[in-house]
């Protein structure tokens, strides 16, 4: 079961900062949040994820609040190929079945010219 | 990142016959695969776990005599559909994990198939 929850669908302007949501009110003290994207038809894409501090990697920002309930993904200049379906993941690290991935709906991120 | 590679990237067989999907972790060695599911419009439905050299770990609901999962080597699962039916018709996603499921996933690029 999905232990997330994100809006369906956003929209961003090509060369914007977009910012995707996630809440994740139940997450677990051993449990990190993973962000996956996916393009239409392919396989999903590992973005970032993060414990409980901020993490930063060449393609986003990952920002987690304090109470580590919500977080927020930052791609911080969106292009027309950043358009797909983002993914707010909660998963335990570590052990073979341990490691199994939920997901939730995500959201369709949109860019547009 | 590390590659993930599916073949074949696409299939179409007859009701009742078997297909076969293989998974290769091109430059590393995954320790644990995971086979994923995905209808049209829908999100990634996991269907099992498997750990080189084991059993493969099914999630609730799927039938492991129609799914046989094999993942025989460090680079290299397989997923059988047997006597497919059309309603087996989907994307088939892999993915794969270097250290017993710690840090992150890489995924295939899926395979299309199509029972007729």
């Known amino acids: 079961d999905a232990k997330t929850t994100q809006p369906t669908s956003m929209d961003c302007a090509e060369g914007r900062a977009a910012n995707l949501p996630c809440n994740h009110s139940?997450?677990?003290?051993?449990?990190?949040v993973y962000w996956y994207r996916q393009i239409h038809s392919q396989g999903p894409q590992y973005i970032i994820h993060?414990?409980?501090n901020n993490e930063t990697n060449e393609m986003a920002s990952l920002i987690i609040t304090e109470d580590r309930k919500s977080s927020t993904l930052i791609l911080p200049h969106a292009t027309l190929r950043d358009t797909a379906v983002y993914y707010c993941i909660v998963r335990v690290a570590g052990g073979s079945t341990l490691g199994r991935l939920y997901f939730g709906r995500g959201t369709q991120l949109t860019v547009w010219p | 990142g590390a590659v993930v590679s599916q073949h074949p990237s696409w299939v179409i067989c007859k009701s009742g016959t078997s297909v076969k999907i293989e998974c290769r972790s091109l430059d590393f060695q995954a320790t644990t695969m995971f086979w994923y599911r995905q209808f049209p419009k829908q999100s990634l439905m996991l269907m099992a776990t498997?750990?080189?050299?084991?059993?493969?770990?099914?999630e609730q609901g799927v039938e492991k005599d129609k799914f046989l999962i094999n993942h025989a080597s460090l680079t290299l699962s397989t997923l059988t559909v047997t006597s497919a039916h059309p309603e087996d018709s989907s994307f088939y996603i892999c993915s794969a994990s270097g250290l017993a499921g710690v840090g992150e996933q890489y995924f295939g690029p899926g395979t299309r198939l199509t029972v007729t």
């Open positions: 139940t997450i677990s003290g051993n449990e990190y």
């Open positions: 498997s750990n080189e050299g084991s059993k493969a770990t099914y």
């Open positions: 993060g414990l409980k």
